[in-house]
């Protein structure tokens, strides 16, 4: 692998409303760090880091003989000596619900009397997201109204914010399950956990979808926590419904305004009750349960 305290070059794939499996698959073959940044419209923009000497003229040529269609792209040249960090994990610390969320480059927690997440994120964990935010306020109201979970899915955990964020605000530690498709996120995940001493309570999966055998063993669940965009929450929510236990919690996110209606009445339809919707900016989550 290039070492990432060199520059190197980012090359930026124009927003795609969702970019073909085939194509993300290429992509992540192609660079040594793939990130996904979602647009206030709810696009997907990948993003893709690679040495100097790499020649994005063969890129197309590349994509071409694998018989793809890749969105059009643009190159930046990052000087930097430690591009990894000092490019994509930056964010301020900020404060939501029960939670202050600071970097991983903060030398030292700020001062703060809220339950403190410490966390190493790149571009695609969405760690400042509007999303993340909603789920943090929605999982300090769930804690406030004494909601007491002891099985949680983290379901497309990025980072693990949202796992760590449980861990630390139920005292009663419950078992929770951090999945996603990407091993980078599982990664993270796993050393997020650690620099939180919440590694005993939090098992990073890498895992399609529902078909790791250790969320089928371990379910039902009776938390499971989505913060990923409209088309998978549809394509997983027969799954979800099924692995969440009976009067359990599904909260939801990654959705804009204009998909809201669409998002609710398909799971109102697979059998979820709408407890309660949020929204900021244009961005969305739901807190749904199983009667």
Same mark, same amino acid.
């Given at each position: 692998?290039?070492?990432?305290?060199?520059s190197?070059?980012l090359?930026?794939?124009?927003? !795609?409303?969702?970019?073909?499996?085939?194509?993300a698959?290429? %992509?992540?073959?192609?660079?040594?760090?793939?990130?996904?940044?979602?647009?206030d419209?709810?696009?997907?923009?990948?993003?893709?880091?690679?040495? %100097?000497?790499f $020649?994005? =003229?063969?890129l197309a040529?590349?994509?071409?003989q694998?018989?793809?269609?890749?969105?059009?792209f643009? &190159?930046?040249?990052l000087?930097?000596?430690?591009w %990894?960090k000092e490019? !994509?994990?930056?964010?301020?610390?900020?404060?939501?619900?029960?939670?202050?969320v600071?970097?991983?480059?903060?030398?030292?927690?700020?001062?703060?009397?809220k339950l403190?997440?410490?966390?190493?994120?790149?571009?695609?964990?969405?760690s400042?997201?509007?999303? =993340?935010?909603?789920? %943090?306020?929605a999982?300090?109201? &769930?804690?406030?109204?004494?909601?007491?979970?002891?099985?949680?899915?983290?379901m497309?955990t990025?980072?693990?914010i &949202?796992?760590?964020?449980?861990?630390?605000?139920?005292?009663?530690?419950?078992?929770?399950?951090a999945?996603?498709?990407d091993?980078?996120s599982?990664d993270?995940?796993a050393?997020?956990?650690? =620099?939180?001493?919440?590694e005993?309570?939090?098992h990073?999966? &890498?895992?399609?979808?529902?078909?790791?055998?250790?969320? =089928?063993?371990?379910?039902p669940?009776?938390?499971?926590?989505?913060?990923?965009?409209?088309?998978?929450?549809?394509?997983?929510?027969?799954?979800?419904?099924?692995?969440?236990?009976?009067?359990?919690?599904?909260?939801?996110?990654?959705?804009?305004?204009?998909?809201?209606? $669409?998002?609710?009445?398909?799971?109102?339809?697979?059998?979820?009750?709408?407890?309660k919707?949020?929204?900021? $900016?244009?961005?969305?989550a739901?807190?749904?349960?199983?009667?």
């Amino acid at each position: 692998m290039h070492n990432i305290s060199q520059s190197c070059k980012l090359i930026k794939f124009a927003p !795609v409303v969702t970019l073909d499996e085939r194509c993300a698959e290429f %992509l992540e073959s192609i660079f040594e760090v793939v990130a996904i940044d979602y647009t206030d419209d709810g696009l997907e923009q990948y993003v893709g880091y690679a040495p %100097l000497s790499f $020649d994005e =003229t063969q890129l197309a040529a590349q994509a071409k003989q694998a018989d793809l269609s890749l969105p059009p792209f643009q &190159l930046e040249i990052l000087e930097s000596k430690n591009w %990894l960090k000092e490019n !994509v994990i930056k964010f301020p610390p900020f404060e939501v619900g029960d939670f202050l969320v600071y970097g991983i480059h903060e030398t030292a927690c700020p001062a703060t009397p809220k339950l403190p997440l410490q966390i190493y994120a790149a571009t695609a964990f969405g760690s400042d997201h509007q999303t =993340t935010r909603m789920c %943090l306020t929605a999982i300090t109201e &769930l804690y406030h109204q004494h909601f007491i979970p002891q099985k949680i899915l983290d379901m497309g955990t990025g980072s693990g914010i &949202l796992s760590l964020a449980a861990a630390k605000i139920w005292q009663q530690k419950p078992q929770i399950i951090a999945a996603d498709i990407d091993q980078e996120s599982v990664d993270v995940t796993a050393n997020n956990a650690i =620099t939180n001493n919440l590694e005993q309570n939090i098992h990073a999966i &890498l895992s399609d979808g529902y078909h790791n055998p250790l969320i =089928t063993q371990t379910a039902p669940f009776d938390l499971i926590l989505a913060n990923i965009l409209a088309n998978p929450l549809k394509a997983m929510s027969k799954s979800a419904y099924q692995a969440l236990a009976s009067q359990g919690c599904y909260l939801i996110s990654g959705f804009i305004d204009n998909q809201q209606q $669409d998002i609710i009445q398909h799971h109102q339809k697979v059998g979820f009750k709408i407890i309660k919707t949020y929204q900021i $900016d244009n961005w969305c989550a739901a807190l749904l349960q199983k009667e």
